[in-house]
T-cell receptor, first 112, second 120 residues
Framework: GNSVTQMEGPVTLSEEAFLTINCTYTATGYPSLFWYVQYPGEGLQLLLKATKADDKGSNKGFEATYRKETTSFHLEKGSVQVSDSAVYFCARGTGGGNKLTFGTGTQLKVEL | NAGVTQTPKFRVLKTGQSMTLLCAQD?????MYWYRQDPGMGLRLIHYSVGEGTTAKGEVPDGYNVSRLKKQNFLLGLESAAPSQTSVYFCASSFPSPRDRGLSSYNEQFFGPGTRLTVL
């Protein structure tokens, strides 16, 4: 079936460190891929998306590239800030109804 | 625009009680969704709706019912609450996806702030 696997957290980094959160998806068709972010006590917000192979989504210094050959959509940021502390979810489009399948989420904590 | 709003924000129920969670959106979205979020399990789809008067089951529909009488509202009901339904519930909405017109892409879903439900 359609699934998304992302690296388990929590991930703890120092401010200005490089961030990578891995995400892979099952290769059923060519789904749109998303990264959502959830700040404490809030709902999910779209961070970035990509709709086809080799597309790069980017926003707020975060980037992710749709890699068909490795079925991956890893999230990266060159220099994290304390304000980036949140839970990050990878997701893929799934079937009709604009449904999304989410990964289990990766908690990121950035310390000074 | 308020976006997606959810009522209530918090609720504590006793086993066997019933309640309804209300979701409202002011973005004229056709599609609406109810998810539950549990530790280590991400978001799981309970039910969804692709238009006024239509609903469909998601991944974990048992124990829940939904109704979409108006385009802007999507109600989630628990007829007889169980401790296993303790969770954070999120509503979301979206425009129809191009995929539903035979193309391959999907649209963003917009999420509400969540309802934290505890069943004792």
């Amino acid at each position: 079936g359609n699934s998304v696997t992302q690296m388990e957290g929590p991930v703890t980094l120092s401010e200005e460190a490089f961030l990578t959160i891995n995400c892979t998806y099952t290769a059923t068709g060519y789904p749109s891929l998303f990264w959502y972010v959830q700040y404490p006590g809030e709902g999910l917000q779209l961070l970035l998306k990509a709709t086809k192979a080799d597309d790069k989504g980017s926003n707020k210094g975060f980037e992710a590239t749709y890699r068909k050959e490795t079925t991956s959509f890893h999230l990266e940021k060159g220099s994290v800030q304390v304000s980036d502390s949140a839970v990050y979810f990878c997701a893929r489009g799934t079937g009709g109804g604009n449904k999304l399948t989410f990964g289990t989420g990766t908690q990121l904590k950035v310390e000074l | 625009n308020a976006g997606v709003t959810q009522t209530p924000k918090f609720r504590v129920l006793k086993t066997g009680q019933s309640m309804t969670l209300l979701c409202a959106q002011d973005m004229n979205h056709e599609y609406m969704y109810w998810y539950r979020q549990d530790p280590g399990m991400g978001l799981r789809l309970i039910h969804y709706s692709v238009g006024e008067g239509t609903t469909a089951k998601g991944e974990v529909p048992d124990g829940y019912n939904v109704s979409r009488l108006k385009k802007q509202n999507f109600l989630l009901g628990l007829e007889s609450a169980a401790p296993s339904q303790t969770s954070v519930y999120f509503c979301a909405s979206s425009f129809p996806s191009p995929r539903d017109r035979g193309l391959s892409s999907y649209n963003e879903q917009f999420f509400g702030p969540g309802t934290r439900l505890t069943v004792l």
